[in-house]
């Protein structure tokens, strides 16, 4: 497994959760890796990306509720997200890149819930 996702769950609108996604020290320092998220019928959408050099993006939907970091002692990014709505809920997948000037892959961890009620 090359990226291992946690931290999904329920949350009452409001409220946060942290997600994180492990990777090894190779992929680690060579790529941009980021969070997708897909809710039922609609398509994958980027969340938040971090590059190799901190450089981020972040979807307009959750600009100033939600932040991307990484841990790189731990070889480990976290999407921090407050202010949670119902329409964050949705499956959430870990995602890394080759960053520029990198030979291109690709790698998906598994998904993990994230439910935000009402």
């Known amino acids: 497994v090359q990226l291992q996702a946690s931290g999904g769950g329920m949350v009452q609108a409001g409220g946060s959760l942290r997600l994180s996604c492990a990777t090894s020290?190779?992929?680690?320092?060579?790529?941009?890796m980021g969070w997708y998220r897909q809710a039922p019928g609609k398509e994958r959408e980027l969340v938040a990306a971090?590059?190799?050099?901190?450089?981020?993006n972040y979807a307009d939907s959750v600009k100033g509720r939600f932040t991307i970091s990484r841990e790189n002692a731990k070889n480990t990014i976290y999407l921090q997200m407050n202010l949670l709505e119902p329409g964050d809920t949705a499956v959430y997948y870990c995602?890394?890149?080759?960053?520029?000037?990198?030979?291109?892959?690709?790698?998906w961890g598994q998904g993990t819930q994230v439910t935000v009620s009402s």
């Open positions: 995602n890394a890149r080759a960053d520029i000037g990198m030979a291109p892959y690709e790698y």
């Open positions: 971090i590059s190799s050099g901190d450089n981020t």
């Open positions: 020290p190779s992929i680690a320092s060579r790529s941009v």
